[in-house]
């Protein structure tokens, strides 16, 4: 009778096999905060975007109802200088999201007043050219807060993911930071009371 003779896996080939069962998980476990960090800037390269898009429209939008209607001056240069101001953190290298959040809010502030000051007028509101701009606007608007919605809701994945155990560990290895949430300013819950002196 043959004698059998059993096979015995040494400890080094245990030790590169858990290695490599650790490496793999690591690496499935940093690909997939990528994935989700990736989507993260999706959703707010969608919010620039639209806001890209106002800040075209408000151009035509001031000369609109600056042929139409006697404002007061101030009104045209805040929402010129919130629009300048978002570009220029659109522009700039070092601006990070919360200097473009800080833009937009102000952009956002400026243009909400210029929007109430508009309803004051009733012929302006009357006028084709005016109508089919505003209809832009008002669509534009909408679509600036579906995309800083889904902008919050992938933050939120992203930033409950990075601060679960064990992928907390992982993110601080590689320097997946959270990001900030798009909040409105405070006094956004207000609307703007706009006084004529007719």
């Known amino acids: ?5 059993s096979f015995k896996i040494p400890v080094w080939a245990w030790g590169i096999g858990i290695i490599l069962l650790l490496g793999l998980w690591l690496v499935g476990q940093y690909n997939s905060l990528v ?3 990736v ?3 999706n959703k707010w390269a969608e919010v620039e975007t639209q806001y890209q898009r106002r800040a075209d429209l408000v151009p035509q939008l001031v000369s609109t109802v600056q042929g139409a209607a006697e404002f007061e001056q101030s009104t045209f240069v805040d929402v010129t200088e919130a629009r300048t101001q978002w570009l220029n953190s659109q522009s700039d ?5 919360e200097d473009q959040m800080a833009a937009s809010n102000s952009f956002d502030s400026a243009f909400s007043r210029l929007l109430v000051t508009v309803e004051a ?3 302006l509101n009357a006028t084709e050219g005016f109508m089919t701009l505003q209809s832009q606007l008002e669509g534009n608007e909408n679509r600036i807060s579906v995309a800083r919605k889904d902008y919050n809701d992938e933050v939120t994945v992203f930033n ?9 560990l992982i993110a ?3 320097g997946f930071d959270q990001y900030p949430l798009f909040e409105s300013s405070e006094g956004a819950e207000v609307a703007p009371t706009i006084e004529f002196d007719f």
């Open 172 to 174: 601080s290895i590689f």
């Open 39 to 41: 989507e993260v800037q």
């Open 93 to 97: 290298p070092n601006a990070t999201i």
């Open 160 to 168: 409950g993911t990075v601060r679960k155990v064990p992928k907390n």
């Open 1 to 5: 009778m043959a004698k059998k003779t």
């Open 35 to 37: 994935g989700l960090d």
């Open 121 to 123: 007028y009733p012929e």
